[in-house]
């Protein structure tokens, strides 16, 4: 099991932007197909983002699109959030798939080493 660390998340304003990291020991991480989900406590975990293990395929969900950004290189995956709502509430976690994803998805069931996610709650 990879040991995940994550980093950024806290208190911002409606219209503020984050930056969210997740490093992996052990592994070069620009191999790795890489995602990140967020929870709200008592509703379903959803995907936000994800980078196919190539680095050519990006996805995101329909409710982040133009202000999320997913990147990564060889020792961390970050994410960018920018023109937060407070709908954007959430816990979010990153997620490390494996060399053979090509294609980004935003499926849990790809992912097999998950980070216990930074809070970023939205509010003024």
């Known amino acids: 099991q990879l040991q995940l660390e994550e980093s950024g998340g806290g208190l911002v304003q409606p219209g503020g932007s984050v930056r969210l990291s997740c490093a992996a020991s052990?592994?070069?991480?620009?191999?790795?197909?890489v995602g990140w989900f967020r929870q709200v406590p008592g509703k379903e975990r959803e995907g936000v983002s994800g980078?196919?293990?190539?680095?050519?395929s990006t996805h995101y969900a329909d409710y982040v699109k133009g202000r999320f950004t997913i990147s990564r290189d060889n020792e961390k995956v970050s994410l960018e959030v920018n023109s937060l709502k407070p709908e954007d509430t959430a816990v979010y976690s990153c997620?490390?798939?494996?060399?053979?994803?090509?294609?980004?998805?935003?499926?849990?069931?790809?992912?097999?080493?998950w980070g216990k996610g930074p809070q970023v709650p939205v509010s003024s």
């Open positions: 980078m196919g293990s190539t680095g050519a």
């Open positions: 997620a490390i798939g494996s060399i053979w994803i090509v294609q980004a998805t935003c499926n849990p069931r790809e992912y097999a080493n």
């Open positions: 052990g592994i070069a991480l620009d191999a790795y197909a």
